[in-house]
C-alpha cells in the first residue's frame, strides 16, 4: 500500500521544489488564483518549465498524483 502521504497537497508541492507548509499552500493559491477556464493547469505563467512538465504528465498518464494535480487545478480555478 503506498504511504498516504504521497497523495497530500503538501507532498505535491514538495515534488514541484514549492514551499510546501499548509501557509506556503494557500498562500500560493490565493496569489495565483484564479486561471482562465480555457488555459490548461499547466500553461499558467507561474510555473517553472520542469513544474508544468511534471503536472502535465501526471494528469496525461493518470499517474498517481493526478487526483492532487486535479484538487489544485480545481482550487485555481475558484
Known amino acids: 500500500m503506498l504511504d498516504p502521504e504521497i497523495h497530500s497537497m503538501n507532498s505535491l508541492f514538495r515534488q ?9 499552500v494557500e498562500g500560493f493559491i490565493i496569489r495565483h488564483r484564479p486561471i482562465p477556464r480555457d488555459l490548461e493547469l499547466h ?5 517553472k518549465k520542469s513544474q508544468a512538465d511534471f503536472l502535465k504528465q ?3 498518464d493518470d499517474a498517481e498524483w493526478a487526483e492532487m494535480v486535479d484538487e489544485l ?5 475558484y
Open 43 to 47: 500553461e499558467a505563467s507561474f510555473w
Open 58 to 60: 501526471a494528469l496525461d
Open 16 to 24: 514541484l521544489g514549492l514551499p510546501d507548509s499548509d501557509e506556503d
Open 73 to 77: 487545478d480545481a482550487r485555481l480555478r
